[in-house]
């Protein structure tokens, strides 16, 4: 799985030359490219949601290596947050969430993948402040579960083209697809 920013920024370049400027504005989102290796066609009919055109699909977001500890019990702290900090509470005191590290939030029903643009730790009361790599981009609930040791993406399916192609010679599929955040 391949992670990858479908950016919402505006860049000014002007038209004479001098420097490119680039705003940031919520929005941006995540996509992930996701290959599998060869399977037989009836391993590929696991994934025979990935057709469906109206429901999204939820995947784990995959940090391997990572030694993730017990982050606690983290939940959004204080409604209508905005800009690039995501606040946290009843995260484990002390625990450090790491540069890179993702996590997601559920709010209303639909989660948000977050990656962090530097190291945090939580301090004796359980409160976290996460620097954020991309904008908050929809009002978050006070309380919306955070998803830490887990973290999940959700979004729409894209399939290429010739995604569950079975292959003529070794009879194998060769299953890749897109999962792109909704909003």
Same mark, same amino acid.
């Given at each position: +799985? ?11 370049? /002007? &038209? *004479?030359?001098?420097?490119? @400027?680039?705003? !940031? ?54 409604? +209508? ?11 484990? /005191? &002390? *625990?450090?969430?790491?540069? @890179?590290?993702? !996590? ?80």
């Amino acid at each position: +799985m391949t992670p990858r920013p479908v950016f919402a920024r505006n860049e000014t370049r /002007p &038209g *004479y030359g001098g420097p490119v @400027g680039r705003n !940031l504005r919520p929005g941006t989102r995540w996509a992930w490219d996701f290959e599998y290796p060869p399977m037989s066609y009836v391993d590929s009919l696991a994934f025979d949601d990935l057709l469906t055109e109206d429901e999204t699909i939820v995947a784990d977001i995959l940090q391997p290596g990572l030694a993730i500890g017990d982050p606690g019990s983290p939940l959004v702290n204080g409604a +209508m947050q905005s800009g690039r900090t995501l606040h946290l509470k009843g995260v484990a /005191p &002390g *625990y450090v969430f790491r540069k @890179g590290q993702w !996590l997601s939030v559920i709010s209303q029903d639909q989660r948000y993948a977050y990656k962090s643009r530097a190291a945090a730790t939580a301090d004796g009361s359980g409160n976290l402040a996460v620097p954020l790599r991309t904008m908050i981009r929809y009002p978050l609930v006070n309380n919306a579960v955070i998803e830490i040791a887990q973290p999940k993406v959700e979004g729409w399916a894209t399939l290429e083209q010739d995604a569950h192609a079975i292959d003529a010679v070794d009879r194998l599929v060769r299953l890749r697809f897109t999962i792109e955040e909704r909003e």
